[in-house]
C-alpha cells in the first residue's frame, strides 16, 4: 500500500491559483493510478481529478475542466494538481488517493488516501 501526503493548500482570492503536491511512499508508485478528490462542508466527496500511471490519460471533472490540471512526476514519487481561475465554490479539503488499476478514471477502486490540505476561496 501507498502512503500518501499533500501539501500547497492555502487561502486564495478568487480568480487566483494554487498548486497542490502529493508526495508517495513505496516503489511501486509509477503503477498506480492517481487521482484529487474534494470534500466540502456538508457535502460528499466528489471526484476532480484523475491521472494513468503514464500520465498519458487523464480526466476531470465538469466543474474544474480548463481550470485545473493534474500531473505527476514518477522519478520523484508525486502527483500535482494546479488550480487556476479559482471560485469559491471550490473550497474544500483535497485529497490525494491511489488505485491499483493504473487507470485514474474517476470509478477506479481509489484505496489509499491522504490526509488533506485545506483549500479555501474568499470571494
Known amino acids: 500500500q501507498v502512503q500518501l501526503v499533500e501539501s500547497g493548500g492555502g487561502l486564495v482570492q478568487a480568480g487566483g491559483s494554487l498548486r497542490l503536491s502529493c508526495a508517495a511512499s513505496g516503489r511501486t508508485f509509477s503503477t498506480y493510478g492517481m487521482g484529487w478528490f474534494r470534500q466540502a462542508p456538508g457535502k460528499v466527496r466528489q471526484f476532480v481529478a484523475g491521472?494513468?500511471?503514464?500520465?498519458?490519460?487523464?480526466y476531470y471533472a465538469d466543474s474544474v475542466k480548463g481550470r485545473f490540471t493534474i500531473s505527476r512526476d514518477n522519478a520523484n514519487n508525486a502527483v500535482y494538481l494546479e488550480m487556476n481561475s479559482l471560485k469559491p465554490e471550490d473550497t474544500a479539503v483535497y485529497y490525494c488517493?491511489?488505485?491499483?488499476?493504473?487507470?485514474?478514471?474517476?470509478?477506479?477502486?481509489?484505496?489509499?488516501w491522504g490526509q488533506g490540505t485545506q483549500v479555501t476561496v474568499s470571494s
Open positions: 491521472i494513468s500511471w503514464s500520465g498519458g490519460g487523464t
Open positions: 488517493a491511489a488505485e491499483t488499476t493504473g487507470r485514474g478514471h474517476p470509478v477506479a477502486p481509489f484505496g489509499s
